[in-house]
T-cell receptor
Framework: GNSVTQMEGPVTLSEEAFLTINCTYTATGYPSLFWYVQYPGEGLQLLLKATKADDKGSNKGFEATYRKETTSFHLEKGSVQVSDSAVYFCALSEGPGGSYIPTFGRGTSLIVHP | DGGITQSPKYLFRKEGQNVTLSCEQNLNHDAMYWYRQDPGQGLRLIYYSQIVNDFQKGDIAEGYSVSREKKESFPLTVTSAQKNPTAFYLC????????????FGAGTRLSVL
């Protein structure tokens, strides 16, 4: 079956530091890949997505590239802010004809200090 | 504005009581989902529905029940058989077809009195 593995947190950084959160996946076929973000006490919201190999998703300074050869979708940001403190979830969803059930990683907590 | 509305935001359950969590969407999505989130944990799928009048059990369906009588609504009942219901519950819908984006509600926090 499908699976998503994220690095364990919490990840603690100082403001303006470089961020990487690793994500690798196992899937049949050609899934779409996602990063969702959850702020304290809220639901998840889409941060970025990529639908095919070598696609780069980007939003709010965050980027992730769909690497089929390494089955990875690592999240990066060049300079984090305190407001980026949240839990980040990597997820995959199969293409047409595939499962309706998205697969989520366990989430990685990011704490950014001033 | 289109979105997912969950209510109430906070809910308290007494011993032996059934409680129902509401989830309404105006995004015209066919697929809807219920997840449970425990502190420091990821999401665990309770139930999902691909279309009106049809739903399937997820990984932790025991002690929960759902209905899908309307496209817009997917309520979750936490029954007295669920012995450890304290958690954060999230409802989501998904754009059609595979590879779709999920849209989440703001969640309901359920506690036991």
């Amino acid at each position: 079956g499908n699976s998503v593995t994220q690095m364990e947190g919490p990840v603690t950084l100082s403001e303006e530091a470089f961020l990487t959160i690793n994500c690798t996946y196992t899937a049949t076929g050609y899934p779409s890949l996602f990063w969702y973000v959850q702020y304290p006490g809220e639901g998840l919201q889409l941060l970025l997505k990529a639908t095919k190999a070598d696609d780069k998703g980007s939003n709010k300074g965050f980027e992730a590239t769909y690497r089929k050869e390494t089955t990875s979708f690592h999240l990066e940001k060049g300079s984090v802010q305190v407001s980026d403190s949240a839990v980040y979830f990597c997820a995959l969803s199969e293409g047409p004809g595939g499962s309706y059930i998205p697969t989520f990683g366990r989430g990685t907590s990011l704490i950014v200090h001033p | 504005d289109g979105g997912i509305t969950q209510s109430p935001k906070y809910l308290f359950r007494k011993e032996g009581q059934n409680v129902t969590l509401s989830c309404e969407q105006n995004l015209n999505h066919d697929a809807m989902y219920w997840y449970r989130q425990d502190p420091g944990q990821g999401l665990r799928l309770i139930y999902y529905s691909q279309i009106v009048n049809d739903f399937q059990k997820g990984d932790i369906a025991e002690g929960y029940s759902v209905s899908r009588e309307k496209k817009e609504s997917f309520p979750l009942t936490v029954t007295s058989a669920q012995k450890n219901p304290t958690a954060f519950y999230l409802c989501a819908s998904k754009t059609s077809g595979g590879g779709g984006i999920q849209y989440f509600g703001a969640g309901t926090r359920l506690s036991v009195l």
